[in-house]
């Protein structure tokens, strides 16, 4: 099987913004939990989410003297839902991290991202009960906490997407990450696990449960690497004739699919930008063949340029794209 290895290079941080951008996409955003929570089922619409400041800040407890610096962490998308399940109405913070490459430190990274965003949620409590001043009756426990017994916490579930063809050999918890421990002691540590959607850990029919273009641009990465496969999966898909700038931006820079968007162009043919590759790749090939063939014998025999072009019987399209290389 030919394997077809791509080197992508991010000096700029192309590959955050353009996945960033994509990400929030309400109904892409929607997607990627569904089809990671609920199989595909679409339980949480696009129309029920509501953007939120990416920023996570947190002044630790003890006072304004003894806080120290606040810790502020920058999210890539997070945003707040109301979705019904089981006749029953459920409130989420639902954040996703999009990963072009390994982060093998992302259980801690994750924690840190939603430690901070329960903290917030802490604070917001207590300033909204000294605001409104309702410590009337509370328990000398509760003034002291700030943080009524009756207050509750909203779920925040973090997602990983990571936009590369490679198997995610990164831990995926916080208890892979330490190393000859005492079982006893792993047990009293509290486990952090990762969230993760990695395209080369889909199966193919599982492709099916997403209901947008993540279809689509999960699987073109899965085969990125592999010219044969890559062919089958988008001869077998009519929907890679119609993708969007958005889609094509995410590929071009996550796994250098080349796939070429005109300007003011907005649905991409895939399939026949990757045909008119071939085509050209097929050329230049051919092209640097006749190159290397036609300086031999001006190398060797002393031939001119157009001693050696008609020699090879070489057409006038061709001399066109030789002589300047000459």
């Known amino acids: 099987m030919r394997k077809h290895i791509i080197k992508v290079v991010d000096p700029l941080g192309v590959k955050d913004t353009v996945t960033t951008k994509y990400m929030r996409q309400n109904e892409i955003f929607a997607d990627a939990f569904n089809y990671f929570i609920y199989g595909g089922e679409p339980v949480i ?23 120290g610096q606040p810790v502020q962490k ?12 089981d006749k029953s109405t459920a409130y989420l913070l639902l954040a996703i991290e999009n990963q072009s490459n390994i982060h093998y430190a992302m259980p801690i990274k994750n924690m840190v991202y939603d430690a901070l965003q329960y903290a917030k949620q802490v604070e917001e409590a207590i300033a909204s009960h000294r605001s409104s001043g309702d410590y009337k009756g509370a328990s000398s426990d509760e003034y002291l906490s700030g943080f009524m017994k009756e207050d509750h916490l909203l779920p925040v579930v973090t997602l990983v997407v990571y936009f590369d063809s490679k198997e995610w050999d990164g831990p995926l918890s916080i208890h892979e990450m330490f190393s000859g421990q005492d079982a006893r002691v792993l047990a009293l540590v509290p486990d952090y696990k990762v969230n ?30 592999d010219k044969d496969e890559l062919k089958r999966v988008l001869d077998a898909d009519e929907s890679f004739r119609h993708l969007g700038r958005a889609e094509v931006d995410v590929l071009n820079a996550c796994v ?43 190398d060797n025999l002393g031939w001119t340029s157009e001693q050696a072009l008609n020699a090879l019987g070489v057409s006038e399209a061709d001399r066109k794209n030789i002589l300047p290389l000459i």
């Open 256 to 298: 250098g699919a080349k796939i070429a968007v005109k300007q003011g162009e907005e649905a991409i043919d895939v399939c026949l930008a990757i045909e008119q590759m071939k085509e050209e790749a097929a050329q230049e090939t051919r092209i640097s063949t006749l190159l290397k063939a036609v300086k031999n014998l001006m």
């Open 74 to 85: 920058t999210r890539d998308v997070i945003k707040s839902v109301i979705a019904m399940m």
């Open 45 to 67: 619409h696009p129309e029920s989410l509501k953007e939120l400041d990416t920023r996570e800040i947190d002044v630790p407890y003890g006072g304004e003297k003894g806080a």
């Open 196 to 225: 993760l959607i990695a395209p080369a850990a889909i199966e193919d029919e599982d492709f099916g449960k997403f209901q947008s273009s993540l279809k689509e641009v999960l699987s073109f990465i899965k085969y990125a690497r």
